[in-house]
């Protein structure tokens, strides 16, 4: 006799209970629908600046095909310590306080595995990365959401975070610039936060992956706050300020005690990051700057033709001032995020993601990736103006002039892109 079984019941509750990404689900659409515009993942249009790649190729050549150590090469680590030293002026040990990931996303989780315990809380603000809440439920850790609002420019407060500590919290969870709001957070508003963290003895993760992207204000490590270097575990990365998303590598930088653990679990799953991705992400932190200036010029001139244009046809904006997102308002056309993201796809071939991917408080929004090209924007908003217009009770026309990034900054050209019909 054959016993039948329910495969399903042998997966780990936690995993098999875990929702797919939101985001995730909306980009497999693109290669399902012919003809789509793609504002939904947040990957730059850019391909990685040429030096940068012919630094991986000549490592490549030269036979750098082996393994690092499980920290990273000591010179891509001595490279980001030198980096995080002259921008924000907070020292890391490079032999011990530093540990190269593959990727911001497996030190999210290294940090996670490493700190947590079954039943610790983690404050996490909404809306936020998909990733945060499922890299707690994963330990056993227990996620706590804090909603955050278009009004107050999506910032966490240090009252709020007071009023939500519980004797189980352990971990405040910060994401500034944020995805997927665009928001930055007042340095006053982040001492105020990190002095209730300190009180309350409570580890900051914070996620800055998107520093470099700061396009209003300076933006303010929580490492380099008093008090605040021994207690944080600072995550950062090459993929958005250098077009390096495929390349897969990131940081993690802290205390001793943390990045050593965070090691032990790295040496039995990745091992290390791949050799070729941290050459060239050395090559990035040596030689890139000009070119990161470059793509966060044209980012910010993306930012200030969507925020424009979203409010011209109705849609409410919150203005980001940084990541490389938008999240317009989108309840006045009686749809939910769901219902609008699906309508807009099949409707026009727009692809942007709901916003309640980000969290229930995300519930009314949906997230745009300004990432794309200045003529698939373009195209884009259009499409987006028209499919807006069919729902608003009353319609108006719509016409937004921009100026056309060229080469040349003296040979700037106008034009029309947006017309709703």
């Known amino acids: 006799m054959t016993l039948q079984t329910d495969w399903s019941e042998m997966i780990n509750p936690a995993v098999r209970d875990l929702p797919p990404s939101g985001i995730r689900r909306f980009f497999d659409l693109v290669t399902e629908v012919k003809g789509i515009i793609s ?21 490549l050549e030269k036979g750098y095909t082996m393994y690092t150590s499980n920290h990273g090469m000591l010179e891509l680590r001595e490279e980001i310590a030198r980096d995080i030293h002259d921008t924000y002026k907070v020292d890391y040990n490079p032999r011990s306080e530093i540990l190269v990931t ?11 595995r490493a700190l947590l315990q079954p039943g610790d809380e983690v404050l996490i603000p909404q809306p936020s990365y998909v990733s945060y809440a499922p890299c707690v439920i994963l330990t056993g850790g227990k996620p706590v959401y804090i909603s955050t609002a278009a009004e107050n420019g999506f910032q966490l407060t240090g009252e709020q975070v007071e009023k939500a500590i519980t004797p189980k919290t352990k971990i405040l969870v910060l994401s500034y610039p944020n995805n997927p709001t665009g928001a930055t957070i007042d340095r006053q508003n982040l001492l105020e936060m990190t002095e209730v963290a300190a009180a309350h003895n ?17 933006h303010t490590c929580v490492s380099s706050l008093p008090g605040m270097r021994e207690r944080t575990v600072l995550l950062n990365g090459f993929s958005k300020a250098y077009a390096m998303t495929g390349w897969r590598v990131g940081y993690a930088a802290g205390n001793g005690d943390f990045i050593s653990a965070m090691t032990k679990i790295h040496q039995y799953t990745m091992l290390c990051a791949p050799i070729t991705a941290q050459v060239a992400a050395l090559e990035a932190l040596k030689n890139g700057r000009r070119e990161m200036r470059k793509m966060i010029d044209m980012y910010n001139r993306r930012r200030r033709l969507v925020v424009e244009a979203f409010r011209e046809m109705g849609l409410p904006c919150f203005e980001p001032r940084g990541a490389f997102y938008a999240f317009p308002d989108i309840r006045s056309t009686g749809l939910s995020s769901e219902e609008f993201a699906m309508q807009l796809l099949k409707e026009e071939k727009v692809l942007v993601v709901p916003g309640d991917a980000f969290g229930e408080q995300g519930e009314g929004f949906v997230r745009c990736a300004y990432a794309a090209s200045w003529e698939d924007l373009g195209e884009a908003l259009k499409r987006m103006g028209s499919f807006v217009k069919r729902r608003l009770s009353r319609g108006k026309v719509l016409t937004a002039s921009f100026r056309k990034p060229v080469q040349n900054e003296k040979e700037e050209q106008v ?6 019909p």
């Open 415 to 420: 034009g029309t892109v947006l017309a709703l």
């Open 202 to 218: 409570l580890i900051v993760i914070s996620d800055e992956v998107y520093d470099k992207l700061t396009y209003v204000g300076e």
């Open 39 to 59: 504002l939904g993942v947040g990957e730059p249009d850019f391909v990685t600046p040429w030096h940068i790649r012919e630094a991986c190729l000549y490592s």
């Open 102 to 112: 593959v990727g911001v996303s497996e030190g999210l989780d290294l940090a996670m």
